[in-house]
């Protein structure tokens, strides 16, 4: 089992910065791919982008040159840097990890909301 927190959602206005932490406990240490994943108001949950135990990364289209994703393998904790913030980049932000099993986990969301 592996329990993730999410925290660093908040009100920010366009073309501010967010900084998202993601906090991996449990059977953290078979932990593979890190991601983070957002659902906007009437919209599917989307990946934002993800990061493996390497540090290779995968990043949306539309998120590419604005978001960073890192993680602290020490700390088992996985961060979202935001910059440049858009109205359209408001959602639910949530911490993905897949366990080198397959098995995956989600955490519970933390909201952000960009306003115009």
């Known amino acids: 089992q592996v329990q993730l927190l999410e925290s660093g959602g908040g009100l920010v206005q366009a073309g501010g910065s967010l900084r998202l932490s993601c906090a991996a406990s449990g059977s953290s240490s078979s932990i593979n791919v890190m991601g983070w994943y957002r659902q906007g108001p009437g919209n599917e949950r989307e990946l934002v982008a993800t990061i493996t135990t390497r540090g290779l990364t995968n990043y949306a289209d539309s998120v590419k040159g604005r978001f960073t994703i890192s993680r602290d393998n020490a700390r088992n904790t996985m961060y979202l840097q935001m910059n440049s913030l858009k109205p359209e980049d408001t959602g639910v932000y949530y911490c993905?990890?897949?366990?080198?099993?397959?098995?995956?986990?989600w955490g519970k969301g933390t909201l952000v909301t960009v306003s115009s």
């Open positions: 993905k990890v897949v366990q080198w099993s397959a098995r995956s986990y």
